[in-house]
């Protein structure tokens, strides 16, 4: 719950972190700050780089090109300590079937120096998992649930969840996202989750970070997301427009994700620039102003990567008008 | 408290903020009233506490709530104490809306703030004839 001030230790610290699996380019040259008592959400598609990035502040990758502190502490040299601050739950199913609820917690608890049992067997009943019950006869969403006992009753100073919600139905994902708020509450304490469930992440994250092909594209508090940009819907009256024309010839040179649909168009526009909807050239009508979401933001980033798309709108004159669907597809 | 939290882009706190302070300003809430906690509501909403810390920031500022300390936070006893500048921002992106959509039917802002009064008056025609 704190505010990010600069008095406030930071959970994480990467710096410069690249990371080559063969040819595939997992990292490049990835540097963030996650300051301790911050909800920290990672965005990306999948094979963006997210899960590689998770897996070295759990000490599973060594750092070749760049560093990775976490709690302080390097999680490779201090690998027993960090590990005993952190909690962990992946989107995979990997809890070991046979065992019970009760084994499970058991086990977690000969680990663990602060493991808690009244909050163990709090979050069960919460849960509304019996001790007794064997993993391998629980439901998926019940699966989940008891590997988020064993990430969080230890009250971690680092809470770490790889997707947690994917695949799990709605009650299952609003039980995660009751918990990741619950472990933020406790004084400060830091999570990091990634996610596609952009709703969720907007929910529940007090910073947000965009990772794309291996980079940190943008990272930045989620309240910045609308007071940073704004979403301008115009018309052209050129219905044959595409998008590299459509960024040429409207002159918002700054303007993001362009997307169009039946003659119309969304761009994301920073709102700290000059422009103005009633300044366009004629033949661009202005329709309205929208909050920005993270979905779009998202999308924006994802979809159109900036310097492919100026860099063809420069060199290309002339077969210009049919390279938009890859684009406005949605 | 049943707020509602959609996700079409207006900021969460936001929302929060208009949906207390309209509870507030028509007398649902009253002055000395204690509102929840601010874990207790993120936790309920499933939001980062910081959201409903930052809406709770904001209705202080404009005079709604006030935070006694260890206490709590309450509805301040005279909430229509909020200052001119708050009022204002308060009302105008509802301003912000009607001049778009008068502005594109061709009609000038002068003749809108005449339909607002003639608006009004009516409004409170109709009220005085129900009471």
Redo the contacts between chains.
Sequence with gaps: ?N?VQASVPDAVVVENLSQRFGRTEALNDVSLTIPQGT?FGLLGLNGAGKTTLLRHLLGLHQPRVGSVRVLGCSPITDREKVMRRIGYLSEEDSLPTWMRVRDLTGFCEAIYPRWDRAYAAELCEWFELSPDAKLRSLSKGGRARAGLIAAIAHKPDLLVLDEPGSGLDPIAR?DI??AI??T??LEGRTVIFSSHLL??V?????QVAIMHQGKLIESMP??AV?ERYE?WILRSRDETITTQHARRDCPVEAGLGWHQEDGEWSLLVPRQSELSPTALPPEWQWI?S????LK?LFEAHVRAPRQSVTAEARDDQTSGREGATMETSS | MQIHLSDDGVPLYQQVVQQIRHRILSGQLSGGDEMPAIRTLAERLRVNPNTIARAYRELEQAGLVEKRRTRGTFVSASPTSMSAKGKREAIEPAIDQLLVLSQGLGVDAKELSQWILRRDEELQRKRGESS
């Design positions: 719950m505010n909800v609003d996202l009751q708020i619950r933020v509450s709703d969720e907007s929910r529940v994250c007090d989620m309240m609308d979403e309205e929208r909050h920005v979401t779009r």
